[in-house]
């Protein structure tokens, strides 16, 4: 019984100390997610000056129509990435 008791914590100190280096992949993940979620918005008045400058006034209301799409999915995009980073920091000791 001792000697169970010796090695939780020794178990639980490597899995601590492995999980930094596993996680940085999903910590990535997550900030590159955040990044992405937080500057959708700017997406918009990319593709409304884009579609202006080839369009002309008519690039206006297209660049409207296809940058909110564009900035939908960027955020939609981000948000799934920064689920799977969590996800993958979480599980990080379990998948070592």
Do not use: C, H, W
């Not at 129509?65 to 920091?89: D, L, P, R, S």
């Amino acid at each position: 019984m001792k000697r169970t008791l010796t090695g939780i914590p020794v178990v639980f100190t490597l899995l601590l100390a492995a999980m930094p280096v596993a996680a940085e992949e999903g910590v990535g993940r997550a900030v590159g997610g955040a990044r992405d979620t937080i500057t959708s918005p700017g997406r918009i008045f990319e593709e409304i000056q884009r579609d202006t400058q080839n369009y002309g006034a008519v690039g206006a209301v297209t660049g409207s129509i296809k940058g909110g799409a564009m900035a939908a999915g960027q955020a939609v995009t981000g948000a799934a990435n920064i689920g799977v980073g969590v996800i993958e920091v979480l599980t990080s000791p379990l998948r070592q």
